[in-house]
């Protein structure tokens, strides 16, 4: 939420006593950092319900103040209409959706930072496009990683595994996709994918390198799958056939004696 000028003067007249310590997910007391609820003209204009939390919290090193922080705190405020709940524990759950943050940087990675094109129907495509590639991206970690994989973002992914070097050979009836055996984060896509997509057979080429033969999950037998002249056919060894040992001529129209 925008701190505007009326907040930051409201801020300014909260007396000490009504900072309420900020806590952890444990419960815990958390360091540097304090919440407050503002009243008064602050509020005008608003629905009613509404409330107003302020957060103040010392920066981390190195982290520049802003025109609307003071006496040297970082200042912060969001809008609720919850009530009957303690303000440390509104701030808490405030502070636990940070996470959509991350995929707003994750968006900016992968192409939401800028318009490249100058008519707006061409950007409307261009949005579309990149909210596909978060949806990738969002399910990608979900079914395809494990470990610390699933936290890499865009520019890491991009990196260690979308810039991995792989051929795709089809051979027996079967595609096999050969990847790089220099590439030290190759466990990472073998790991999991085989599960994921049976059809589709990863080969490491350190385990498995040119030359070997690759060991497959059932052996393929022709004779059973192909119908010409080359499939291999049982012969019928029953009397008087053409494939089977040669037998007594016998008339149909004889009679048994």
């Known amino acids: 939420m925008v701190i505007t000028g009326s907040i930051h003067q409201a801020v300014l007249l909260v007396p000490d006593t009504a900072w309420t310590p900020a806590v952890e997910p444990d419960g815990n007391v ?3 950092g304090w919440v407050a609820e503002l009243a008064g003209d602050v509020l005008k204009g608003r629905p009613n319900g509404m409330r107003l939390i302020v957060r103040k ?3 981390h090193p190195g982290a520049q103040l802003r025109i609307t922080d003071a006496d040297g705190m970082r200042i912060t405020c969001f809008a609720t209409n919850t009530l009957g709940v303690p303000i440390a524990v509104l701030e808490l759950r405030h502070r636990q959706r940070a ?3 991350d995929r707003i940087r ?9 318009l490249p094109l100058h008519d707006t129907t061409q950007n409307r495509v261009w949005l579309a496009i990149v909210q596909i590639a978060l949806d990738l991206l969002a399910w990608m970690p979900m079914l395809a990683l ?3 994989a699933r936290k890499w973002e865009p520019k890491r992914l991009r990196l260690r595994l979308f810039s991995a070097a792989a051929q795709l050979v089809t051979t027996g009836r079967r595609r096999w996709l050969r990847l790089a055996r220099h590439w030290p984060w190759t466990p990472v896509i073998t790991r999991r994918s085989t599960d994921s997509r049976p059809s589709l057979h990863l080969v490491d080429q350190r385990k498995h390198p040119p030359g070997r033969v690759i060991p497959r999950p059932e052996q393929w037998n022709p004779a059973t799958t192909r119908r010409d002249s080359r499939a291999a056919v049982a012969p019928d060894t029953t009397p008087n056939s053409r494939n089977g040992p040669p037998g007594e001529p016998t008339d149909r129209h004889e009679t048994s004696r």
């Not at 994750?106 to 800028?114: E, P, S, V, Y």
């Open 30 to 32: 958390r360091d540097g």
């Open 57 to 59: 919290e010392r920066p």
């Open 99 to 101: 996470r959509a943050e």
């Open 106 to 114: 994750a968006a900016r990675d992968t192409g939401l930072r800028n």
């Open 146 to 148: 494990t470990g610390q």
